[in-house]
């Protein structure tokens, strides 16, 4: 499949937020130093993360309710869709992605469908996220034949015109998983970027419930 050139002004950044006013704007701002097309899609927040989001000149997507992450980010690559960007690249509004990755992210998929941010098990990571992704990753590969090294980490790039064979039904956090049983399903090209890992005070991310459900829904994908 041919690749078109990384031009910054057809990629489009999606921060997908839910109560993130205290560290979105920083976000924001690190994110614009590199890529001057942002949307922010408010996930119904309670605390005004989309004013301040407003603040900074992105635009605002807003949910009325909270629907979960993998609608949050399916409404951002709608819109990209609609405004017929190029490329997408993902990242948390939490500051845990670090945005001076994004050139790097956005130099891979000039060869490369999709591609993927992966973080070192630290002891910054909370062990059951640990467990977690380290089980979750390695059913990736045994039911989608998709060898990665962390299959949770929601920094990721692709290029739009594979969109319709990634296209995920997740509303929740299962979005991260269903894309890489979409990746395996339609033989997507992809590659893995190392990037720092780094959790705040009010980690938010998968849960051990979540966790579960991700795994019933992995068999699911593979078997139905």
Not at 72 to 88: I, M, N, P, S
Request: aromatic share 8%; charged share 25%.
């Amino acid at each position: 499949m041919a690749k078109k050139g990384t031009n910054p002004d057809n990629t489009l950044v999606i921060i997908p937020a839910y109560n993130e006013k205290g560290r979105i704007r920083q976000v924001i701002r690190k994110t614009r130093k590199h890529i001057k097309n942002i949307v922010v899609v408010d996930d119904g927040s309670a605390d005004g993360t989309a004013d301040s989001a407003i603040r900074e000149g992105v635009v605002v997507l807003k949910h009325i309710v909270n629907l979960g992450k993998g609608a949050a980010v399916k409404t951002g690559c709608e819109y990209a869709k609609k405004k017929g960007f190029k490329r997408v690249v993902i990242i948390d509004s939490d500051g845990q992605h670090d945005p001076g990755l994004i050139p790097l992210f956005l130099s891979k998929l000039k060869n490369n469908d999709v591609v993927l941010g992966y973080r070192r098990f630290t002891k910054s990571m909370p062990l059951v996220l640990k467990a977690g992704n380290l089980f979750l990753t390695h059913m990736a590969k045994l039911l989608f034949g998709v060898s990665l090294r962390d299959t949770q980490c929601g920094y990721r790039a692709f290029n739009m015109n594979i969109y319709d064979k990634l296209r995920w039904k997740s509303s929740d956090y299962g979005v991260e998983t269903e894309m890489i049983a979409n990746i395996g399903k339609n033989k997507l090209k992809y590659e893995e970027v190392r990037i720092n890992t780094i959790y705040n005070d009010s980690y938010k991310g998968t849960s051990m419930i979540d966790g579960v459900k991700i795994f019933v829904n992995m068999l699911f994908w593979r078997f139905r």
